[in-house]
C-alpha cells in the first residue's frame, strides 16, 4: 500500500497524519490542509492494519463524507466502504435503528423533518387551547431544539424554572408543557425528530451502559471535521465513545464557528483541552487554497471580532488580482451583472461552469440571480432550497411509505388518512386522536377499531384504509424497495389523481412522483448498495443535508448556495452578493455583539471558499418581502482593508432599474452621464457596408469562423451559443469591441 500521501504534507500536517494514536485536536485556519489531514490520517489507520469497521469519521454533509471516502479509497482500496461515515445524524441514527428498542422506540422509528414537527407542534398549540401568536410553531420549535441540543430533557425543562430563560418570566410560560406533550406524542408516533437523532443517542448511553461498552469496543477511532460546530449533545456523545480507547482527533477553526444560533457551542474547543490533559494540539497556519491577496483580506476581517484564537494565517500562493467590488442598482441589476461577469471570466480564462460559485445569506436572494444566470444560458444548480424531497405530492407519497412501515407515525397519518378523498374529515381525524390520547392507545389501534370510536358512517372507509395499509406492509415484507413503492403509489390512488389532473401544475406534480420512484430505481440498482429496502431508503432521504441531493448526471454547472452550505468546500471564483446592511448581517443578529460576531465569521467564511478570484457585490434597492426596499452597503465591507479591493468597472442594464429612491436615482443619473460622456465604440472609421450586402445561412456557423456584419464590420466568432431558438454568437469586431448577436437577428454575411 502506498504512503506517498506523505509527501505532499507539510511538517505540522505530516505531525497530524502519523501520531494516530491519543487525543489530538488540530485548530487551524481556513484552507489549511484540516480536512485533508483528517482523510489522510484516516487512511494512514487503514495503512497501519486498523479495521474500517473500528473508525468512525463524523463530518458536515454526507457528501463530504462520500469524498473522503473515496479519497481513502484511492489509497487504501475497496476496504473504505466499510468506514463509519457520515454526518452526526446520519451516523447515530443507524446505532438508534439497531438499539432504539432500548429505549422504548420501535427499531423502524420515523424521522420527523422539520416540517413534521412544527406540523405537530401547531396541533398541539390549538388542542392546549393558546394563542398560536405567542407560540407559532418555529418559535416553539427552536426553543425545544436549542433545549434538547443542551441536553435538557422536558422534565428537567419543566423542573427548572431558571432552565426556561426569558420564558419563564415572558410571553410564553407554557413551552415545557408543549415540550412534554411533543415528547410524548412523538415517542407515541414511534418517531423521532432530527434532534432527537442525537438526544436519543445520548441517552442510550446514558441508560443503557451495555449498549455503550458495544460500541466502545467497536469504535477504536473517531475522528470530526468541523468541531467548531459540534454542540454540547454532540460533544457529549464523541467523549462517551472515545473514553476507553482515547483515541479522538478534532479538526477545526474557531473562526469559522457559525452555528452557534443552533446550539453549536464553541466552548467545547476549551473543554476539549479541559478533558484531555494529554492532548496533543496542533496548529496549521499555512494557506493553500487562496491567493495572498484573499488570505489577506479574509484576516482584516477576522482581526475586527474580539472573541477569538490567535492565529497568523499566510500563503505562499501568487498575490492574485484584487478583490473586485460591483456595485449595482438594484438587485435585478446585481443578477445581471454577475452573471454577465461569469461568462466574461469564464472565456477569458477557459473555465467551466463549476469554477464558480455564488453565495448569499439567505435562499430568498436566489430569485433574481437564477433569472440573470438563465437569460445567458448560463448553467447552474442550487444546494439546499426547497429540496425536491419537500415538494407536497413528494411528500405525500413519502408519508404512505413511511406510514406503511410505521403505523404509529402521527403526522404521515394525518397526511394521508383523506389522501385521495375517501371521506374522512377532519372532525373524524380529530376524534380519533384524541381518542388515542385519552385511552393511551396508539392511532392505529383505533383505527383497527373504528367502529367502536366513531360514528358508523365514518367507519367504513377506515375499514378500508387499514386494509389497505396492511396490504401494503405485505408488500413491503416481500418486494425490494422500488416494487413496494410503485405498488402503494398505484394502490394508494395518488398516481392516479395527479395522472386524471391534466393542468400544467399537475403534470409537474405527476412527473415530480415518477422522479421520485425513478430514485427509488436508482438506489435499487446502486451495485453498491447491500441494504435496497425501502426503509433504508427512507432513512437516507430523511438524512440528506441540502449539500447531498447531486443527482445532476452534468457538474458542469455554477453553484448557487447560502454561505451555510458552502462550509469546508472550496471554488476558484467566488461571487458574495448582496452585501448590505440587515441582509448581511442579517436584521435577525444585530441584537448582540456576540451575533453580530457570528456574523462577521460567516462572511470570513465566505471569503476563504475563494481560490482565485473574489467579487463582493451589493444592490441600492431590493425586494425583500415583496416589497421594493433601500440598502446601505453592508458594514463589514468597510471590515475588508481596502487596500486589497477596486471597485468593478462593469455597470449595465441601467435602464431597467426601478429609479425610486432619491438615492438610487442620483446615482442612475450620475452613471448615466458617464456612460453619455463616454465614446461608445464605433464602428471602424471608413468602413462601409457593402451597397449588395446580402446576410447569408448562418446555420453552419462555428467558432473561429470571420463573417461580416453591415455595421460592425468584419469579425472572427469567438463563441456559440447553440441552446434552444435563442441562438447567439459572441463576435469578436475589432475596433467595434465584442458583440453577443441573436442570430434570428443579426444580420451577417460569412466570409
Ligand atoms: P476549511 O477550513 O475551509 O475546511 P481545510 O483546513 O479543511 O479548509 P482543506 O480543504 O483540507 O483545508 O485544504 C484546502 C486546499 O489546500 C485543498 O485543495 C487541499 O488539497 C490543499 N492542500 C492542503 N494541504 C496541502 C499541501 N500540503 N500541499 C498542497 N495542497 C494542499
Ligand atoms: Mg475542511
Known sequence: ?????????????????????????????????????????????????????????????????????????????????????????????????????????????????????????????????????????????????????????????????????????????????????????????????????????????????EVLNKYQQ??????????????????????????????????????????????????????????????????????????????????????????????????????????????????KEEGKLIAGSIFQERMQHQLKFSDFAILYRTNSQSRAIEEALRSMNIKYKMVGGLSFYQRKEVKDL?????????????????????????GIGDSTVDKIVVAANDHSMTIWDVLQNAGHFVGGRSAAPIEDFVAMIKRFTLEVERKDAFDAAFEIAKGSGLLRELYEDKTVEGLSRHENVQELL???????????????????????????????????????????????????????????????????????????????????????????????????SYALTRYRFGRLKNCEPSRFLDDVDQSYIKVSSKFGGLESAPPTSQYAKTLVNGIKKTIASTPVSKPPSGYKPPADFAPSDTSALKEGMKVEHPKFGFGTVLQMDMSGADRKARINFGSAGEKTLLLSFAKLRIV
Open 1 to 209: 500500500m502506498t504512503t506517498d500521501y506523505l509527501d505532499s504534507l507539510n511538517e505540522p500536517q505530516r505531525e497530524g497524519v502519523v501520531n494516530t494514536e491519543g487525543p489530538c485536536m488540530l485548530i487551524a485556519g481556513a484552507g489549511s490542509g484540516k480536512t485533508r489531514v483528517l482523510t489522510f490520517r484516516i487512511a494512514q489507520l487503514m495503512n497501519k492494519g486498523v479495521d474500517a469497521f473500528n473508525i468512525m469519521s463524523l463530518t458536515f454533509t454526507n457528501k463530504a463524507a462520500r469524498e473522503m471516502r473515496e479519497r481513502i479509497e484511492k489509497v487504501v482500496g475497496h476496504d473504505a466502504r466499510n468506514l463509519w461515515m457520515g454526518t452526526f445524524h446520519s451516523v447515530f441514527a443507524r446505532i438508534l435503528r439497531a438499539e432504539a428498542h432500548h429505549l422504548g422506540y420501535p427499531n423502524n422509528f420515523t424521522i420527523y423533518d422539520t416540517d413534521d414537527s412544527k406540523t405537530l407542534i401547531k396541533n398541539i398549540v390549538k388542542e392546549m387551547g393558546l394563542d398560536d401568536t405567542a407560540y407559532k410553531a418555529s418559535t416553539v420549535y427552536n426553543r425545544i431544539s436549542a433545549a434538547k441540543n443542551s441536553l435538557i430533557s422536558w422534565e428537567d425543562y419543566l423542573q427548572n424554572a431558571e432552565l426556561m430563560g426569558d420564558d419563564a418570566a415572558n410571553l410564553r410560560p407554557e413551552i415545557g408543557k408543549i415540550y412534554k406533550a411533543y415528547a410524548l406524542r412523538t415517542f407515541r408516533a414511534g418517531s423521532m425528530d432530527f434532534d432527537d437523532l442525537l438526544f436519543n443517542t445520548d441517552k442510550l448511553f446514558k441508560e443503557h451502559l
Open 518 to 616: 425513478n430514485a427509488i430505481k436508482g438506489f435499487v440498482e446502486d451495485p453498491e448498495r447491500q441494504e435496497k429496502s425501502l426503509g433504508s431508503f427512507l432513512q437516507e432521504i430523511s438524512l440528506a443535508t441540502g449539500q447531498d441531493e447531486d443527482k445532476d448526471k452534468d457538474p458542469d454547472k455554477v453553484t448557487l448556495m447560502t454561505i451555510h452550505m458552502a462550509k469546508g468546500l472550496e471554488f476558484r471564483n467566488v461571487y458574495i452578493v448582496g452585501l448590505e446592511e440587515d441582509l448581511f448581517p442579517s436584521q435577525m443578529m444585530l441584537s448582540s455583539r456576540a451575533e453580530l460576531e457570528e456574523e462577521r465569521r460567516l462572511f470570513y467564511v465566505a471569503i476563504t471558499r475563494a481560490e482565485k478570484r473574489l467579487f463582493l
Open 398 to 422: 413519502l408519508a404512505y411509505m413511511r406510514y406503511v412501515l410505521n403505523q404509529q407515525d402521527e403526522a404521515s397519518f394525518r397526511r394521508i388518512i383523506n389522501l385521495p378523498k375517501r
Open 218 to 331: 467497536r469504535i477504536h477511532y473517531v475522528l470530526v471535521d468541523e468541531f467548531q460546530d459540534t454542540n454540547l449533545c454532540q460533544y457529549y456523545i464523541i467523549r462517551k465513545l472515545a473514553a476507553v480507547r482515547q483515541n479522538i482527533c478534532v479538526v477545526g477553526d474557531d473562526a469559522q464557528s457559525i452555528y452557534a444560533f443552533r446550539g453549536a457551542d464553541i466552548t467545547n474547543i476549551l473543554n476539549f483541552e479541559r478533558d484531555y490533559p494529554d492532548l496533543k494540539v496542533i496548529k496549521l497556519e499555512q494557506n493553500y487554497r487562496s491567493t495572498q491577496n484573499i488570505v489577506e483580506a479574509a484576516n482584516s476581517v477576522i482581526k475586527k471580532n474580539r472573541a477569538q484564537l490567535p492565529k497568523n494565517v499566510w500563503t505562499a500562493n501568487e498575490q492574485g488580482p484584487l478583490i473586485e467590488l460591483i456595485k449595482a442598482v438594484s438587485d
